[in-house]
């Protein structure tokens, strides 16, 4: 497995940005494909966005135009710029490892969590 640590997160206005940030370590070789989910105080967790080995991304469509999922796999790095944001991206904010080769903003192709994050965004 892998070991998938966050940072960033934090409280802005609507329509301020922000970024995540997730550091891996561990058994690196075997996951082909990164991904953010959310999760909202009383709502289930849904996926946000993913990006596969090769480059390849899907978005969730609330978060199309407005959030950038990138990776850094010389750093081992997963990144995710979050702009023009809304009091409905208001959550906790997980990045994810999986090993199937596809760009998927399902959870069931993740087998390794970070920790999680807060993003609050207030109107």
């Known amino acids: 497995q892998v070991q998938l640590v966050e940072s960033g997160g934090g409280s802005v206005q609507a329509g301020g940005s922000l970024s995540l940030s997730c550091s891996v370590s561990?058994?690196?070789?075997?996951?082909?494909?990164m991904g953010w989910f959310r999760q909202a105080p009383g709502k289930e967790r849904e996926g946000v966005a993913a990006?596969?080995?090769?480059?390849?991304?899907m978005y969730a469509d609330s978060v199309k135009g407005r959030f950038t999922v990138s990776q850094d796999n010389a750093k081992k790095t997963l990144s995710m710029q979050m702009n023009d944001l809304k009091p409905e991206d208001t959550a906790t904010y997980y990045c994810?490892?999986?090993?199937?080769?596809?760009?998927?903003?399902?959870?069931?192709?993740?087998?390794?969590w970070s920790q999680g994050t807060r993003v609050t965004v207030s109107s």
């Open positions: 994810a490892a999986g090993q199937w080769s596809v760009a998927s903003i399902y959870s069931t192709f993740y087998d390794s």
């Open positions: 990006i596969d080995r090769v480059g390849r991304t």
């Open positions: 561990g058994d690196t070789d075997k996951y082909k494909t």
